[in-house]
């Protein structure tokens, strides 16, 4: 193709950004929405019921009934898994193709959605109401019809409606038929064991599903026209595309960019047809490396990308309570990434554990306030505004985990949230286009986050706070004039009320635990009074590292009383008279032992002879070096990885081997924090996890022995042993930690969400948890805590751990029943800090 061509699609690729900038989207999953036609849920052969791996009957026209409820949210567009005719029953998984990624005929509707006639009824009465629609699309698979064992074929007869696709050429799957074969249009390997291995990626079956040759140009011209076929009949505004790093670069670049490509076709109908992609990559926190690999696929013709590493940053910071400078970074660097192309934003999908499940309303809406106010597109997943748990819960009271109960009340807290997050950036533009500017972070864990947003002659500020413990804004250098005034746009649980900016253009504000507030600046003006009072440190000096106990010292200036506070928090450390002299030296000694190891900040307060007359310090950061205190060490013998009835067996994909066998478990204290390092026979990463291992979860119970906490083990059909109850758990996967204290904890109920989550460290076969001592009462002794640990695995899509049966599946543990304990091994361990003596 000429170079000409392909820089006049990627200019109008750019074009697009502008108007797409100003959507707001809300995902479906049509299966679980609404049911609007209940003659279409059941075709007579087992592929409906109402639990989470069959059909549930939401339709295209339950959608349709919905509109004014979508509408009514403030959203602008609505994005919809695959409406496709799909595989709706693979019995070698047990689970069927309800989402719509296995398909059975690209150019078809499911009959469980509908028809053609109502698909395109949809989009013409989403359009008459200014909505508009993005159709799911898969290029990289069909569904699982066949597969490949030690090199031998295996067609799928048992596939329900039929044992192939229906589509030529997608139907000529037969490997033993000599002519399908010739055709060449899978590639005929076996399913991908490292998702890490880019050979695996693009030529080998994900998740057991048949991989497309995309290098076969008869494919290529199938996948073109089954696409464009949506474009010219239904009249959708763009795409989505799933699975894109499962393809090759060039499959995207033809695909999308050449003459006879998408792009090229569409924008003959709708100049402002959008192509976003889905390459779930993240980040470690301060690095790039996501965002350089997804920014990659914008030179394939992608107009815009989900913003994935953004997304595990606000679960790191919001939910699991990391640092917020973690948080900080990521929205920094993302403005280059803007420039590349658009960014749509979302804090959880239909892939992924939701967000508020373990978390909190205010933390939800604290992550939802941070993709409504930057730049990028924000996605509301379905059910969000209804506060549902379940990864794909229905909406409708007769489907999947609903509670039995409908669930479009618009007068609920999220629904009525959200509404007005939609409007607060429809009407400033300054959070559609504006630059993010971090002003302020903690480096050691959650409290204080503050960014500010520059558009045209527009300031607006942002502040959260992610701590359980209120936090205070000191000193903040805002780059505005003293006495300007900030007025409040939208808070949660911070008082409404103007912000005024002090000598030197800095703010100092108070901010309640898990609070946030939305500013912008106003013309007004206030006239500052100058304080006689002054305060000064005058032993630190920015990144000062101590060890052990040390001292405060400082000078201050017609102050009554001085106040040193640590890491933001605005309970004080300690307090100090003074005479109020014009000036006069304090020193204080501050005992270590009361603090967790890492990077403090510290500041001091001066007060005079009234409230108002008052002055602080400069922040100073510190890092505090700790000894550390060996608590315990056991050994656990290996090949004991069978249950507590020595019969289970692992699930048969061959992504499981041995992750579940512990070898050895280690304790030890550092300040206040506990640090559990379970040494593993087998650590793998073939799904590339964000915490560095894959199919094992840790359920860790926490014993401290001048409490009473409680036996039942949270959906583990089991109780911890006779010698111990529990008052924290510790739930780790590779994707999600999270902790829990054992008030309100039940057989199927976890307990109260604690922060901050612990952290996680893999080292080769050692997988540590460091447990902050703030999430434990910051005990100064571990002496006689209990810990037991067990392992399991856990399927985050379904949101449940993974199942127990007589015989093993794909994803289902064999040996046992549903309600036998979901332990597969275990360890028992006390603490004593005389272990080493």
């Known amino acids: ?78 994005w919809i898994t695959p409406p496709i005719a799909n595989q709706w029953w693979n019995p070698w998984v047990n689970y069927g193709g309800y989402h719509g990624y296995w398909a059975r005929n690209f150019k078809e509707i499911d009959e469980h959605f509908g028809n053609i006639k109502t698909y395109r009824g949809l989009v013409d009465e989403a359009h008459r109401k200014g909505l508009k629609v993005i159709q799911d699309i898969v290029c990289n698979h069909v569904g699982d019809y066949f597969r490949l064992i030690d090199g031998r074929y295996e067609r799928n007869q048992g596939s329900v409606p039929t044992p192939a696709p229906t589509q030529y050429p997608f139907n000529m799957n037969n490997f033993n038929d000599p002519e399908h074969r010739k055709l060449n249009v899978y590639h005929w390997t076996p399913e991908i064991s490292n998702y890490n291995d880019e050979n695996q990626r693009y030529n080998y079956q994900a998740m057991g599903l048949d991989d497309l040759n995309t290098e076969n140009p008869l494919v290529i011209t199938a996948l073109k026209n089954s696409y464009k076929f949506w474009i010219d009949e239904a009249d959708v505004d763009g795409f989505r595309v799933d699975t894109v790093i499962y393809v090759p670069h060039e499959f995207w670049k033809d695909f999308l960019l050449s003459e006879d490509g998408i792009l090229n076709f569409a924008r003959s109908k709708n100049k402002d047809f959008v192509v976003f992609g889905e390459a779930w990559r993240t980040s470690k926190p301060f690095e790039e490396t996501a965002e350089q690999f997804i920014a990659g696929y914008f030179e394939d013709g992608f107009n815009g990308m989900l913003d994935f590493p953004l997304c595990e940053e606000i679960k790191r910071v919001i939910k699991n309570s990391k640092p917020t400078s973690y948080l900080a970074y990521r929205l920094e660097i993302r403005e280059k990434y803007l420039k590349k192309g658009l960014l749509f934003t979302f804090i959880d999908n239909h892939d992924m554990t939701r967000f508020l499940k373990g978390s909190t309303f205010n933390r939800l809406k604290m992550a939802l306030a941070v993709i409504f106010t930057i730049p990028g597109v924000p996605i509301v997943y379905y059910g969000t505004e209804q506060g549902l748990l379940e990864t794909r819960a229905a909406m409708f009271k007769e489907g999947f985990a609903s509670g039995g109960m409908d669930h479009f009340d618009t007068t609920t807290e999220l629904y009525r949230f959200i509404k007005t997050l939609s409007e607060l950036r429809k009407k400033y533009a300054i959070f559609r286009y504006g630059r993010v500017k971090p002003l302020m972070a903690e480096i050691s864990g959650p409290g204080v986050l503050v960014y500010s947003l520059t558009y045209k002659d527009e300031k607006a500020f942002v502040f959260m706070n992610t701590s359980v413990e209120e936090k205070m804004v000191v000193n903040l250098e805002s780059g505005l004039e003293e006495g300007s005034v900030l007025t409040p746009l939208l808070t949660n649980r911070l008082i409404s009320r103007k912000v005024i900016v002090k000598e030197g253009g800095k703010i100092n504000l108070t901010l309640p635990p898990e609070s946030f507030g939305i500013f912008m600046q106003t013309d007004e003006r206030r006239k500052i009074r100058k304080s006689p009072v002054q305060i000064k440190i005058t032993n630190f000096t920015e990144g000062k590292k101590i060890t052990g106990d040390f001292t405060v010292e400082g000078v201050a200036h017609h102050a009554r009383k001085i106040r040193v506070y640590f890491d933001r928090k605005t309970r004080e450390y300690i307090e100090v008279k003074l005479e109020g002299k014009a000036e006069e030296r304090w020193k204080i000694k501050v005992d270590s032992a009361k603090f967790e190891p890492g990077f403090h900040t510290l500041v001091a307060k001066a007060i005079g002879k009234t409230p108002a007359h008052r002055a602080f310090s400069t922040e100073y950061t510190f890092e505090l070096v700790l000894p550390t205190i060996e608590l315990a060490k056991i050994d656990d013998p290996l090949d004991d990885d069978k249950g507590p009835f020595e019969r289970y067996i692992y699930p048969i994909d061959i992504t499981f081997k041995r992750q579940m066998d512990i070898e050895k478990v280690e304790v030890k204290q550092i300040g206040t924090n506990l640090v559990v390092s379970i040494i593993m026979r087998e650590v793998t990463r073939s799904w590339a996890p964000p915490f560095g291992f894959d199919h094992v979860t840790f359920q860790i119970f926490i014993d401290r022995p001048d409490t009473k906490g409680k036996k039942v083990m949270p959906y583990q059909n089991a109780t911890v042993p006779e010698m111990m109850d529990w008052d924290y758990e510790i739930f780790a996967t590779g994707w999600e930690i999270s902790m829990y204290s054992s008030e309100g904890a039940e057989d199927k109920k976890f307990g109260k969400p604690l922060s901050p989550a612990p952290e996680v460290r893999v080292e080769d076969r050692k997988i540590s948890f460091i447990v902050k001592g703030s999430s434990l009462g910051n005990p100064t002794s571990f002496d006689g805590w209990k810990i037991y640990v067990t392992t399991w695995d856990y399927d985050g899509i379904e949101g449940r751990f993974r199942p127990l049966a007589e015989k093993p599946g794909a994803y289902i543990f064999g040996g046992g029943e549903e309600n036998d304990p979901y332990i597969m091994d275990d360890a028992v361990i006390i603490c004593s800090s005389n272990i080493g003596k």
């Open 1 to 78: 193709m000429p170079k000409f061509l392909v820089v006049v699609l990627l200019l109008l690729c750019i074009y697009v950004l502008a108007g797409w900038e100003d959507e707001i989207v809300y995902m479906i999953m049509i299966d679980r929405f609404f049911d609007g036609n209940p003659a279409n849920n059941d075709m007579g052969v087992e592929e409906y019921a109402h639990d989470n791996a069959h059909y549930n009957g939401g339709d295209l026209k339950g959608i349709l009934e919905k509109l004014d409820y979508i509408m009514n949210l403030g959203v602008t567009a609505i």
